[in-house]
């Protein structure tokens, strides 16, 4: 049974975020024993697709894995785009990073919209509570606020740099460092450097390096997506619970990572 929990149960006090982010360190920022192997394997793939497979972008939901590989693209100098996809329903926590991220990177940081209209025409047709009453509805807004927005930001590229991981959930188990799945319907090769990393792999490395991160991480949001499709998770959970829990636990992708075939 899902956890009833809310963000509203982990509101942090005022001095929480120091303490919380303390906690977050000792609670996941344990590396596993192939941890230097993983991440130089993650290095010598970036700089491999950098060279065969341009041009390329990142894309970057903001989250713990995607800010540890646009780390790694600074750190080895490569001047790859990244991209955000801002849906216009994003936590503002993430749109705070988002912020500090265009502020601080050296690296060209590109943020694609849905079109305002199509927007305003699903929720006048379907209203803001339609994604909750069936799983067509919602994939049709991650459709309007994803899904071609990710089209424009990939015109034109021969791949894309994504933060998927084998132990994400099931459904990502078999994932591979390059994947040709879509090249058949898009031309694109996914390039996904951190699909042998653990949780605690990608956790070690922000703490080591220092990682500037989303912050309802440390509120127990180890996925986070859209505001109103994604909770905090409870101890025992899945990685990708708090990702549209009123849904079937075999549907939870909202079409940028589902191939095919």
């Known amino acids: 049974m899902h956890s009833t929990l809310t963000p509203s149960s982990f509101t942090p006090s005022a001095h929480a975020p120091t303490r919380a982010r303390a906690m977050a360190f000792e609670r996941w920022a344990q590396p596993s024993q192939a941890y230097a192997a993983h991440l130089q394997e993650s290095l010598d793939l970036l700089k491999t697709v950098a060279k065969d497979l341009s041009p390329l972008k990142q894309a970057s939901s903001l989250g713990a894995e995607d800010v540890v590989i646009t780390h790694m693209i600074e750190s080895l100098g490569l001047n790859l785009p990244v991209f955000v996809l801002e849906t216009g329903a994003l936590h503002h926590q993430t749109l705070a990073l988002l912020e500090r991220t265009q502020a601080r990177s050296k690296l060209p940081i590109e943020v694609h919209r849905p079109q305002a209209q199509e927007v305003l025409h699903f929720l006048r ?111 025992g959970e899945e990685f990708r619970a708090g990702r549209w829990w009123w849904e079937d636990e075999n549907a939870k992708e909202c079409g940028l990572h589902v191939s095919k075939s």
Request: hydrophobic share 30%; glycine share 8%.
């Open 125 to 235: 047709t379907k209203g803001q509570g339609a994604i909750y009453q069936s799983p067509e509805d919602r994939k049709a807004c991650c459709d309007v606020r994803k899904l071609k927005p990710l089209g424009q930001a990939l015109k034109g590229q021969r791949a894309w740099i994504t933060g998927l991981r084998r132990e994400q959930s099931s459904a990502r188990s078999e994932v591979g460092l390059l994947d040709e799945a879509e090249r058949s319907s898009k031309g694109l090769t996914k390039v996904n450097p951190l699909v042998n990393w653990t949780w605690g792999d990608v956790w070690h490395y922000i703490e080591v390096h220092q990682v500037d991160y989303n912050p309802l991480h440390d509120e127990f949001y180890p996925s986070i997506g859209c505001a109103p499709c994604t909770r905090a998770i409870s101890m």
